[in-house]
């Protein structure tokens, strides 16, 4: 069974643009959620998506979205980027939107904003 | 708000040495708590879970017991070994909040033979 993808692996963008992440989940598995990771912040929730729809969201401005599609692949889009948004982006997938079931990530994105 | 305090690292052993990461958490309800760890290039993996007060999580001979009654979730192993060396994090979950973890700093763990 393959485990959860994230691509791109490496990202660098600069100031001012936008960038889009993808996250394709466990087969099976209905709900993602992102995690930013920053050497400062730690790990910080960002959104869960269950059967596209976003059932929780973190403290986070707008400046971060995502959706989720009908075969359960989400992305997350982060606009007019700042260096602080520098940072690895995990996602992880889980069957039933719980953490009953295990959660499980991704190896994630890592984003350079020059 | 909800938060999870957990030691600062790094932790350095020889392999064999007792390993104890301190984690206490803060809650207004009744979480769950979790153990993940972190190797180099990789993402989190689920090391153990309690979901009750006194619950005992094990796995890989590590161990955390929930307790309620200080708070904390500390993870333990008798004899670490190099395959060891990684980050820890400890977290926690409320029943209400999905998959919406929340996560201490991190510990960084390293063992030498």
């Known amino acids: 069974k393959a485990g959860v993808t994230q691509t791109p692996r490496y990202l660098i963008k600069t100031r001012g643009q936008q960038v889009t992440l993808s996250c394709s989940p466990i087969s099976g598995h209905r709900s993602v959620s992102w995690y930013q990771q920053t050497p400062g912040q730690g790990l910080q929730f960002l959104f869960e998506y269950f059967s596209e729809t976003q059932r929780n969201k973190g403290n986070f401005p707008g400046r971060f979205s995502g959706r989720q599609f009908s075969n359960s692949r989400s992305e997350m889009n982060v606009s007019t980027l700042e260096l602080g948004d520098s940072a690895l982006y995990l996602c992880?997938?889980?069957?039933?939107?719980?953490?009953?079931?295990?959660?499980?990530f991704g190896s994630g994105t890592q984003l350079s904003v020059l | 708000g909800d938060s999870v305090t957990q030691m600062e690292g790094p932790v350095t052993l020889s392999e064999e040495a007792f390993l104890t990461i301190n984690c206490t958490y803060t809650a207004t309800g009744y979480p769950s708590l979790f153990w993940y760890v972190q190797y180099p290039g990789e993402g989190l993996q689920l090391l153990l879970k309690?979901?009750?007060?006194?619950d005992k999580g094990s796995n890989k001979g590590f161990e955390a017991t929930y307790r309620k009654e200080t708070t904390s979730f500390h993870l333990e192993k008798g004899s670490v070994q190099v395959s060891d060396s990684a980050v820890y994090f400890c977290?926690?979950?409320?029943?209400?909040?999905?998959?919406?973890?929340?996560f201490g700093k991190g510990t960084t763990l390293s063992v030498s033979s």
């Open positions: 992880a997938s889980s069957w039933d939107g719980t953490t009953n079931e295990k959660l499980f």
């Open positions: 977290a926690l979950n409320e029943r209400q909040a999905g998959t919406a973890l929340i």
């Open positions: 309690a979901t009750k007060a006194d």
